[in-house]
């Protein structure tokens, strides 16, 4: 049974920086996408970023040039590295993979929560 331990949130001042963590047990299977997605109080979960095993990125347009999405290679791991943090940021981070795919994912972590307030 896939597992995920998920890591790094908590509280940040606005501009501020975090290190999301996600690290996957429970098979043998290099995972293709990884991914962090967020959802905020009242709104729908959204895709931040994702990773393929290949070396593929993809970035929301709202996150690009703050967040940077890295993988371990040859390992179920996942960071997302994150700058420059607003108040809109706040949000539960969820950790996701697939073994095939990069936008659709099967399994989901149980998320962490990010806060950005002064």
């Known amino acids: 049974q896939v597992q995920f331990v998920e890591s790094g949130g908590g509280l940040v001042q606005p501009g501020g920086s975090l290190k999301l963590s996600c690290a996957l047990s429970g098979t043998d299977e290099l995972m293709y996408g990884m991914a962090w997605s967020r959802q905020a109080p009242g709104n729908e979960r959204e895709l931040v970023a994702s990773a393929t095993k290949d070396g593929r990125t993809y970035y929301a347009d709202f996150v690009k040039g703050r967040f940077n999405i890295s993988r371990d290679a040859g390992k179920n791991t996942v960071y997302l590295q994150m700058n420059d943090l607003s108040p809109e940021d706040t949000a539960v981070y969820y950790c996701?993979?697939?073994?095939?795919?990069?936008?659709?994912?099967?399994?989901w972590g149980q998320g962490t929560q990010v806060t950005v307030s002064s």
């Open positions: 996701s993979v697939d073994a095939y795919r990069q936008f659709h994912f099967k399994h």
